[in-house]
């Protein structure tokens, strides 16, 4: 399926005015219209379930105005599922494959169900931090980091320890722990509550419109989902800066950070993706760019990449609730496999 680029006219006689709004299946909040000779202003104050037409706007005036939609450049998956060369991936909950160059959706299995996300959490929790927050930014960790979770990823964090918000992107990202995602949090923030609000509203500014954050690590908690089509948009979303890109592709990290009495502790990180690890063999004919990973019991294996063909073109690929980490593997190898 592919998305397509077209203008949607409204009214009459050309005046050549180019009004933008943001677009997608479904339209939040309030968008700020303005059009191109920075006069009239158009306040669309759309709903989650509004029943108002998403190209309508209220007291428009005859003249032609253009539209262009949200997903003029995303791909675009519907409910029904889309299959490519007989592809099919049984152990999976979800799964899907973007062409981010042609805008079509190769594959798609579930794409709009809720599920689990387990550590892809952390790519939203790295989009806010890298938004909101600076990379010299210091970090102190409170009380809040231990976390007893059993099973539960950590770097070691004790109250009163120090990093940059650099160092804890590379360690969020790359470790994928979760006393560090909440020690990034506070310190955007001030609090937990408040940085998982926020994170709620760049996921609707996005259109990221099915998922629903209650934590910024992604421990199981009831109501705490995402589908595959949000993670690809937010995904899409966070590689839109530098500094994610660098990091996700990051085969090894090492740096040294300080204790509450200024003492150094240091960190030797490997990627939990395998494909940059070096342990799980790529494609024929594809480079695996980078990504994130996770796997909690509730969510299963998750991984999400960031790939490219050898002519170069871009991809997205993304499984969600596989039923171990060497089928989770096997099958993301075999999606994007489907690459020609």
């Known amino acids: 399926m592919k998305c397509t680029n077209n203008n949607f006219l409204i009214g009459g006689l050309t005046t050549g005015i180019k009004i933008k709004y943001r677009l997608l299946a479904a339209v939040l909040g309030s968008v700020m219209v303005v059009t191109g000779c920075g006069s009239?202003?158009?306040?669309?104050?759309?709903?989650m379930n509004t029943d108002v037409s998403s190209f309508q706007l209220a007291g428009a005036s005859s003249a032609q105005e253009t539209l262009t939609p949200f997903a003029s450049d995303l791909c675009v998956a519907g409910e029904s599922d889309i299959s490519a060369s007989g592809a099919s991936f049984p152990d999976v909950g979800a799964a899907a494959l973007f062409n981010t160059k042609s805008l079509e959706t190769i594959y798609a299995k579930n794409v709009n169900e809720q599920l689990n996300p387990a550590s892809l959490t952390k790519i939203m929790t790295a989009l806010v931090a890298i938004k909101y927050g600076s990379p010299d930014q210091m970090l102190t960790a409170s009380e809040n980091v231990r976390i007893t979770e059993p099973g539960a990823t950590l770097c070691g964090l004790n109250p009163g320890d120090q990093m940059t918000m650099e160092q804890a992107l590379h360690v969020l990202l790359l470790q994928s722990a979760n006393d560090v995602a909440v020690m990034i949090a506070e310190?955007?923030?001030g609090s937990v509550e408040a940085f998982?609000?926020?994170?709620?509203?760049?996921?609707?500014?996005?259109?990221?419109?099915?998922?629903?954050?209650?934590n910024p690590n992604g421990l199981t908690e009831e109501g705490h989902y995402m589908t595959a089509y949000?993670?690809?948009?937010?995904?899409?979303?966070?590689?839109?800066?530098?500094?994610?890109?660098?990091?996700?592709?990051?085969a090894t990290y090492t740096t040294s950070y300080h204790?509450?009495?200024?003492?150094?502790?240091?960190?030797?990180?490997?990627?939990?993706?395998?494909y940059l690890r070096g342990t799980w063999e790529m494609p024929?004919?594809?480079?695996?760019?980078?990504?994130?990973?996770?796997?909690?019991?509730?969510?299963?294996?998750?991984?999400?990449?960031?790939?490219?063909s050898s002519?170069?073109?871009?991809?997205?690929?993304?499984?969600?609730?596989?039923?171990?980490g060497d089928q989770l593997y096997t099958d993301m190898t075999d999606l994007l496999g489907i690459i020609k």
């Open 284 to 308: 024929a004919n594809v480079t695996v760019i980078g990504g994130k990973t996770g796997t909690t019991t509730a969510a299963g294996s998750c991984l999400i990449l960031l790939a490219k």
């Open 259 to 274: 204790d509450r009495n200024g003492a150094e502790k240091t960190l030797d990180l490997k990627n939990s993706n395998r």
């Open 196 to 214: 998982v609000a926020r994170m709620n509203e760049e996921a609707a500014s996005i259109g990221a419109t099915n998922c629903n954050f209650t």
């Open 187 to 189: 310190g955007v923030s």
């Open 311 to 324: 002519d170069g073109t871009p991809y997205i690929s993304v499984i969600l609730k596989d039923s171990s």
């Open 230 to 250: 949000d993670l690809y948009l937010i995904f899409q979303e966070a590689l839109q800066y530098e500094l994610f890109n660098q990091i996700i592709q990051m």
């Open 40 to 47: 009239a202003q158009y306040d669309m104050a759309y709903k």
